[in-house]
Structure formats: structure tokens, C-alpha cells
């Protein structure tokens, strides 16, 4: 099943998050908005309240984005400059130093995951200038796209090393890099940082042309709709999308897909059907997280929107064990479609596995890396757990009596996989089919 990633923020902090957690399998803080000390006060509440709940800190890259105070007016017509270094009351003041552009002639450049258009005149001098295309209300801390354009991979290093050090403190337990361009930074990231969980976000074009080595090194992908549209169009969107997915599912990487998924739920009680054909269409994908933004960090109607998306994609679990078979042989022929518990104590078992599309899989490891990383899967529960040296039967029973109502959630069979000595080309240790009526 497709699980639910909330993005907290001012309408759903403090007293809002007991809500919040307890209709989403993984909580999101957006470190481009707010204070460090925001986020950590957040975090602290939220591990007072489940200690056990995921957290994925999103930490900013190399983007610029504008740094005025307060909304400024933009007329269409109007002649706009960007600029990181440059102090003039005539160029609006960006975070980071402007991307080099590729060999791509570029016609327009825009704000806002490609909310507001500019027509694109030069860029030179480190300032950027554009003819906007439209009247619009610039708000703080728009993120800038350049199609095709290419961020400094030195520069863009630096700022994650250093925001990295920066919440040291914090207890979360996975970071979202922005803009990842390459592998490199990656492996690199992960050598200094060993309890952590990296996700990429592939967001432009050369991310998406190194797809393959970001998504072999990386624990999981977050394909940002907006900035990666903005960057390479809005009608190359849909094949991007889908060529990412495919490559992540080719090596069993989880997939989360942001930037308005239910916008039209900000302002209303009811999704519009573009919205709910976009769901569908990610569903039928089997992406592992739809990540919700403005939805539940801004907006006012963020309770009954987190509300309908539990209650939609429950429907779909429904409708999904309502066209399994029922007997053992074939259960036995259809084994994605039934639940498979996984004993494996180095996880070696499972990374086999764990490319195919189950229906449901819960995983019992020693691999403590593993057991957070195995969650990230729309399709999978994991759980950190010592094997003991002696007792093995009594260990297997009392686990799958301890989970039992998860075990057998939605279906009353199951089937039990133990690797517990595994070893170089080794089958499993044992197999075991078992009944909900057994516990």
C-alpha cells in the first residue's frame, strides 16, 4: 500500500502534531522554512509523543532562493534582475550564487516551481534578468529554476556538509538532499554519516541523467514534480517520472512523489479529479510515499486532507485483498499477493527479495540500518530485533505472536521465511506456512 508523508509547518506543529502522527507512517520538515530551533523544538515533541515515528529532515541545496523581507509586486512587462552579491534597491537578492547554464538555449526561466514565468535576456556578471510574464505577489524564499541549468557541485557539497553540522543535535533519522547531481556526494555523505538514511531528489536534468548511480547509491528517491518540471518542462514531466520509478523498482528503491499532489484540497473540502487521476496514476505505479507539502504544513483545511487521503487509500487496500484467491495452492502460485515474513538476521535474504512487488512484507533483522531503510517501502514493515543463539523456534513464534494483528492485518494466511545462519549462494533456513487461527 501507498503510505503517507506529512510535511509539518506552522498550522500543524505544537498541539496540532498528536493529529498529525497518528494519520502518517512518516513526518517531514522542510529546513528551507522556519528556524533550526523550530524544527528541533518540533522533533522533541514528536519523539515525547511516538519515539518510534520516522522522521526525514529535508535539508536545502544549491537552489537560490530570493531573500526579500517582504512580498514584492511584479508587473508583467517588467524588467527583473537576480543576484546573489549584488546590494541595489533595482535587483532582488538571492541565497546562492546563480548555476552555470548548459549548452541548451533557454527562452524562459521562472519562480516558484514554475508558478511565474520570466522571459529569459542574459545571463552574465553574476546577475540574472528576466521581462516577467505576468502580474504576481513575489513572496519570501521562491526557489529560482534555470532550465538545464547546472549547480556547482563544490559549492552545493559545502552547503549540505555544513547543514548537516549545523543539526547535529536534532534527533532525525533520515535526510533529504536537494538537487543531487551525482553519486559522488552521495557515498561520500553516508561514509561520515553511518546511522543516517540518505534520500535523493532528482529535480533537474542532469540528476535525472545520472539517475541510475543516484538511485544505486542512494536509500531512497524523491522525485520534486515542481522543480523538475520547472527545469526541464512541464511536457517531459510524465516520462521522466515513470523512467525514474522503473529504474527504482529495478533495484527495490523506495519512491516518494512530491509537490501538489491534493493542492486543490488547500482550498477545498473535496479533491478535484485531476488530483485524484495524478493519485490513481502514482498508485497504479506502486510509488511507497505521497508526500504532502503546503497540504498539511500551511494550509487550514490540512486535518481534512490528511483525513480523505487515509480514508482513499484504505479503499484501495480493500479493493485489493478483495480480488486475492483463497486456497493454498493458489497462494502458493501468487505469492506477491500474500503476506511473507522475513527472519533474515543480516538482512542478506531480504535485499534479494526485496525488488518484488509483495503485497505485504515484514521484516525481522539485526541490520539496525536496514530495519529503518526497509521502511521506507510502501510494502513493508520492518523491525530491529536480536536473534538469540538458542531458542530459535520459541524467538519466531513470539514474534509472530507480538505482531499478530499486523501479521495477519488483512489476510488470515501467511507465509514465514527464517534466514538465520545465512551463507554465500545459501537458501532460506526454513519456510513456514501458517494460519491466523494457529495464534
Known sequence: MTKILATVGPVSSNKNLKYLLERCDIVRFNMSHNSVEWHNENINKIKRIDPKKFILVDIPGAKPRTLNISPIKIKKGQKIIFSHNFKSQKIIPISNPLPKLSKKRIKTFSISDGSYLFKFINLKNKKLTGISLQDFLLLPKKGLNIPYSICDDKFQSKIYKKFIKKIDNIKYDCIGLSFVQHSKIIKTLKQQNQSKIFISKIENYLGYSNRKEIINESDAIMIDRGDLAAEIGNEKLTEFSSNIISDCKKVGKPIIIATENLNSLISNLTPSKSDILNLDYFISKKVDYIMLSDETATSKNWRNTLKWLKYY???????????????????????????????????????????????????????????????????????????????????????????????????????????????????????????????
Request: aromatic fraction near 14%.
Open 313 to 439: 487509500l484504505n479503499l484501495k487496500i480493500k479493493k485489493k485483498i478483495s480480488n486475492r484467491f483463497s486456497d493454498i495452492p493458489e497462494i502458493l502460485k501468487n505469492l506477491k499477493d500474500y503476506v511473507l515474513v522475513v527472519f533474515s538476521k543480516k538482512g542478506f535474504f531480504y535485499k534479494k527479495v526485496s525488488a518484488n512487488n509483495y503485497s505485504n512484507l515484514i521484516l525481522f533483522t539485526e541490520n539496525h540500518i536496514l530495519s529503518k531503510v526497509a521502511n521506507l517501502k510502501d510494502n513493508v514493515e520492518a523491525f530491529f530485533t536480536k536473534f538469540p543463539k538458542k531458542n530459535l523456534d520459541k524467538f519466531l513464534y513470539g514474534n509472530i505472536k507480538r505482531y499478530k494483528k499486523l501479521i495477519f492485518k488483512n489476510n488470515d494466511k501467511a507465509l514465514i521465511i527464517n534466514v538465520t545462519f545465512p551463507r554465500k549462494k545459501s537458501r532460506a533456513n526454513t519456510i513456514i506456512f501458517v494460519d491466523k487461527k494457529d495464534f
